[in-house]
């Protein structure tokens, strides 16, 4: 019994913490879709060119710490050219035609990675052992992987960062006005070009956390922009403009995510991890679709 | 060339093209002098917003643009610029239609209007107050959000956001759209005391011809992208034309609403109608509201209000900003449930309704805010209203089934019918989101008529428009309502309107009911002249 019960517990908890990794992907779409409305199809792609240039200036030598700066530059400079040469001369089209934009976005990116930096599948090593902690295993039972725990710190720690930049900073008021009338919000002087400028960097730091995480779990390749499509179901269930909602959507699908594969799988002969994040998104769709968190649909009648 | 040192802006001959194609603007030019109020007037469609927002350079997001002519603010010219840096030179535009950031509080939106302003803490919260003082309204609703204030709340928050930038030079956009006459002279008095106080210049676009006049120092009047005449404001009201077009004052006198009919009919020499009798005499209860309550989280929205609505009647519905008109028209209609009390429609309880239940059995509305198919034409969306007369389903449709395109035949002449009852035949292609707002009001007016609905609940009909436009629509509605029997209940806060055109008033004040009556009787009780005709109505 106790044993049964120790094991629901590592499943439990192995759930949550992964689900932090995805909620780091979805925390990215949740910034751009908050200050523009917009679901970013380019998300993944920036997910994988950035972790890509990461390890790929690591290989040239360049130590960790300076790398990763370098990449953060790179990211920045990434936003740059988004906001000039993508989102300026579209202002004032119609939102699906900045949705088609993002999608092009995200091969230009795909392609630009694979140019300069080849096509081979990297290692990142972070530091951090993909496996146990020794004395959580030892003393508790519990078989928690220690780079779980620092995607989750880390996950935690910018959902915190950011939700308080949203609601207390000035900048984040800007966001906020932005994201409900960018119209009213230029009337009054707010500069939409640095607000978006703003956003698509930070979207593409966070990408570039998301990707360093998934890079040391699943190695640094490809299929990493697929990731963007398991943070979907996250955005639909904890709401796509919501900060909080990107975390709670994360731990809610990878926990059920790997407590119905290990319980109700094998009925199914397995794999339903795959699609069961999806089901659960199709109920959320069909009876919350604003998410949990996501901000509800205000018009005056 | 020459500019004016006296003049904080000088507008001259310009014209503007909407999408490479649709000129806006023929040839416009005005000036405004520092420190003074200046109005441009006009019906809808003549080009008042488009001409405040070249000068704002907002036209760039609507992609409009400025073809011919020159802008210059404070002696320089303004090409190239942009709406925020317009906004750093000390020209704030206050957009039609309130436009607040729905789910920022009202005290963020106002302190969001600082945003270009480098201000310490401190500086902040003295702004803040003082705002406060012109606006005490906002001051006691400050930590609601926005989304849930009353119009004429979100119109003020508007106002107090722009006041935050600190502008020189405001430019306001039918401030007074869709407002009670008592906040409408509020909020003139606080444009006023901006102006007189701090030095504001001020270039207002105005439907209120009347309100504008008695508030600014100089008028322009534009008609289809031209001005047709200007003058000092005082020169203007004694203008005759003026008077009959724009203010209703004809031989002296205002012209009822109601005359419009009779007029219309004389015109047509029918025989209908010679004498100012009914066709459709007004009959028993057709709906009753019974002890209707409804709050929203700690809001009370509606207080124990009953009152009965007669067959072939025209019922108005009146009082301040946030008494909960809309509100009760939701209910009516299934959009909110009471939380307590009934709703009888003849005769039956109306239980677990929704709108679509309630479009079927008989009663349709218009809405406040507008509710249309912005992409759609004007024509599609009128048909969207016979959706409910439509009995063949989609298969039938597509494979051309006799029944099917009978229907469809059917369809497409009622809808030419209310199409050319409106007036509308000009614009009946045309994009509707790209009207202009009286033009959309039409519009829903005809989507309603075409579900043939038994009551129309008619929520602001008249909200921006001017006094012709007012009279065209009151002729249409007096038509529906005599013509087809068609019972009315309407919000409206022209009291000229409403007490010419209504068989009865309920008169709300928040959320109860504070009187009910013929107008005659209405008007003459002190609580609904306290509360709301305060002040004097001419």
Known sequence: MISELLFFMEVLVAGLLSGTMYSLVALGFVLIYKASSTFNFAQGAMV??????????????????????????????????????????????????????????????????????????????????????????????????????????????????????????????GLRSVADDAGAASSIGIPLKHIMLLVWSAAGVVALVAGMMWGARAGVQFALIDLALKALPVLIIGGFSSIPGAIIGGLLIGASEKILEVYIGPYFGGGIEGWAPYVLAIFFLLYRPEGLFGEKIIRRV | MSVDSNNILEVKNIEVVYDNVILALHDVSLTVPKGKIVALLGANGAGKSTTLKSISTMLASERGKVTKGTINYNGNNIEGEIPSRMVHRGMVQVLEGRRCFGHLTVEENIIAGAYSRQLSKGDLSAELEKIYTYFTRLKDRRGSQAGFTSGGEQQMIAVARAMMAKPTMLLLDEPSMG???????????????????????????????????????????????????????????????????????????????????????????????????????????????????????????????????????????????????????????????????????????????????????????????????????????????????????FM???????????????????????????????????????????????????????????????????????????????????????????????????????????????????????????????????????????VAHD
């Not at chain 1, 934009?101 to 096509?119: R, Y």
């Not at chain 2, 509305?365 to 198919?373: D, E, K, P, S």
């Not at chain 2, 129309?456 to 038509?479: S, T, Y």
């Open chain 1, 48 to 173: 994988f060119f950035a972790v890509l240039s990461f390890v790929g200036l690591m290989e040239f030598g360049i130590p960790f710490s300076v790398a990763f700066v370098l990449t953060i530059f790179l990211m920045i400079a990434v936003g740059l050219a988004t906001e000039r040469l993508v989102l300026r001369p579209l202002m004032n089209q119609s939102e699906d035609t900045l949705l088609m934009a993002t999608i092009g976005l995200g091969f230009v990116l795909e392609g630009l990675a694979q140019a300069v930096w080849g096509v081979e599948v990297r290692r990142l090593d972070l530091g951090i052992k993909d496996s146990p902690i020794p004395w959580i295993a030892d003393n508790l039972q519990l078989f928690i992987s220690a780079l779980d725990v620092t995607a989750g710190l880390v996950a935690t720690a910018m959902i915190i960062g950011l939700t308080l930049l949203f609601k207390y900073t000035k900048i984040g008021l």
């Open chain 2, 396 to 534: 039938q449709v597509g494979f051309q089934f006799p029944q099917a395109v009978r229907e469809e035949k059917e369809n497409k002449e009622k809808c030419e019918e209310i199409i050319s009852f409106l007036e509308i035949e000009d614009i009946k292609n045309t994009q509707v989101g790209k009207l202009p707002y009286g033009l959309q009001k039409k519009v829903e007016l005809g989507r309603a008529l075409a579900t043939q609905a038994e009551i129309l609940l008619l929520d602001e009909p008249m909200a921006g428009m001017n006094v012709e436009e007012k009279r065209d629509m009151c002729r249409f509605i007096l038509k529906v309502n005599d013509e087809l029997g068609t019972t009315i209940v309407l919000i409206e806060h022209d009291m000229g309107v409403v007490m010419d055109i209504s068989d009865r008033v309920v008169v709300l004040d928040y959320g109860k009911s504070i009187g009910d009556g013929t107008p005659d009787v209405v008007r003459a009780n002190q609580k609904v002249i306290d509360a709301y005709l305060g």
């Open chain 2, 179 to 393: 407002l009670a006459p008592q906040l409408v002279a509020e909020i003139f008095n606080i444009v006023k005391e901006l102006n007189q106080k701090e030095g504001v210049s001020i270039l207002l676009a105005e439907q209120n011809t009347n309100i504008a006049l008695k508030n600014a120092d100089y008028g322009y009047i534009l008609e289809t992208g031209r001005v047709m005449l200007e003058g000092s404001a005082q020169s203007l009201s004694n203008d005759e034309k003026v008077k009959e077009l724009y203010l209703g004052i004809s031989k002296g006198e205002r012209k009822n609403f109601r005359d419009v009919l009779y007029d219309d009919e004389k015109k047509k020499n029918t025989t209908a109608l010679t004498t100012k009798g009914r066709k459709f005499e007004i009959g028993g209860p057709i709906l009753e509201v019974k002890n209707i309550s409804l709050h929203f989280g700690g809001v009370k929205a509606i207080t124990n209000i009953s009152f009965n609505i007669l067959k072939h009647e025209i019922r108005a519905i009146i009082g301040p900003n946030g008494a909960g008109k809309s509100s009760m028209l939701n209910c009516i209609n299934g959009i909110y449930q009471p939380q307590e009390g009934t709703i009888l429609y003849k005769g039956a309880v109306l239980d677990q309704i929704n709108p679509n239940l309630i479009s079927r059995m008989g009663i349709s509305r218009t809405f406040q805010n507008l509710a249309l198919f912005k992409r759609m034409s004007v024509l599609d969306n009128i048909l969207v209203g016979r959706k409910l007369h439509t009995k063949s389903n």
